[in-house]
C-alpha cells in the first residue's frame, strides 16, 4: 500500500516568512495529493490538492509542487500570518477505484507562525 | 446541510466494554471513512466504504467493526475496547467516481474516546 513520509514534523517561522512542508510518497500509481489544515481542536479541512498531470497549483498564499519522478511533492506558503498556525497533513491516493481509492496520510507537521 | 455529523464527542469507557460511533452524512456521498488521529501519528485508516452493502479494511482495523447498510450512515463499533484504543476518531466522506472529481474529504468534528 500507500506510504507517504511527511517533513519536518515541527516548524517554526516568523510572520511574513515563507513555510515549505514536503512530502514523499511510495506508490507510483499514486495519482491525487491533497493537503488538510487542522487547526486546534478542530477537524481536518482540504485547503489546496493537486493531480499528477499538474506539476504546480497555487491559491494565493498557498501553492502546490508536485514530481513524480521523485515522488515528492511540497506545500508552500508565502508571507505568513498567525492564523497559518496549525497542523498541516499531506496525503496521496490513487484514483482507479476500489483499494486505489484509500487516501493515506502523513503524520501532519505542525506549523507555528511566530508575530 | 449538516455536512458529516458525528456523535458522541466524547465518550468514557472502561476496558472491555463495546460502544458505537456514530456518522451520518447529507450530501450523499458513496465514500465514508473512519480514522483514528493519535499525537505523531497523524491520521491512519481504520475501515472505509464506498457504498452501501460495501466495506473494507484500513491500516489499523484490529477491534474495530464497521456495517453500511445506507448511503447516510457509517457507524464504528469497538467491540470490546482497550486502553490502546485511547484517541481521537474521525469520520469522513466524499464523493467515489475514480475520476474527474477531486475527491475531497469532509470530516465530521470528531469523537474523543478514552478507555481506562
Known amino acids: 500500500g500507500e506510504n507517504v513520509e511527511q517533513h519536518p514534523s515541527t516548524l517554526s517561522v516568523q510572520e511574513g516568512d515563507s513555510a515549505v512542508i514536503k512530502c514523499t510518497y511510495s506508490d507510483s500509481a499514486s495519482n491525487y495529493f491533497p493537503w488538510y489544515k487542522q487547526e486546534l481542536g478542530k477537524r481536518p479541512q482540504l485547503i489546496i490538492d493537486i493531480r499528477s498531470n499538474v506539476g504546480e497549483k497555487k491559491d494565493q498564499r498557498i501553492a502546490v509542487t508536485l514530481n513524480k519522478t521523485a515522488k515528492h511533492f511540497s506545500l508552500h506558503i508565502t508571507e505568513t500570518q498567525p492564523e497559518d498556525s496549525a497542523v498541516y497533513f499531506c496525503?496521496?491516493?490513487?484514483?482507479?477505484?476500489?483499494?486505489?481509492?484509500?487516501?493515506?496520510f502523513g503524520k501532519g507537521t505542525l506549523l507555528t507562525v511566530n508575530p | 446541510n449538516a455536512g458529516v455529523t458525528q456523535t458522541p464527542k466524547f465518550q468514557v469507557l472502561k476496558t472491555g466494554q463495546s460502544m458505537t460511533l456514530q456518522c451520518a452524512q447529507d450530501?450523499?456521498?458513496?465514500?465514508m471513512s473512519w480514522y483514528r488521529q493519535d499525537p505523531g501519528m497523524g491520521l491512519r485508516l481504520i475501515h472505509y466504504s464506498v457504498g452501501a452493502g460495501i466495506t473494507d479494511q484500513g491500516e489499523v482495523p484490529n477491534g474495530y467493526n464497521v456495517s453500511r447498510s445506507t448511503t447516510e450512515d457509517f457507524p464504528l463499533r469497538l467491540l470490546s475496547a482497550a486502553p490502546s484504543q485511547t484517541s481521537v476518531y474521525f469520520c469522513?466522506?466524499?464523493?467515489?467516481?475514480?475520476?474527474?472529481?477531486?475527491?475531497?474529504?469532509?470530516f465530521g468534528e470528531g469523537s474523543r474516546l478514552t478507555v481506562l
Open positions: 450530501m450523499n456521498h458513496e465514500y
Open positions: 496525503a496521496g491516493r490513487g484514483d482507479s477505484g476500489g483499494s486505489n481509492y484509500k487516501l493515506t
Open positions: 469522513a466522506s466524499s464523493y467515489y467516481s475514480g475520476g474527474a472529481n477531486t475527491g475531497e474529504l469532509f
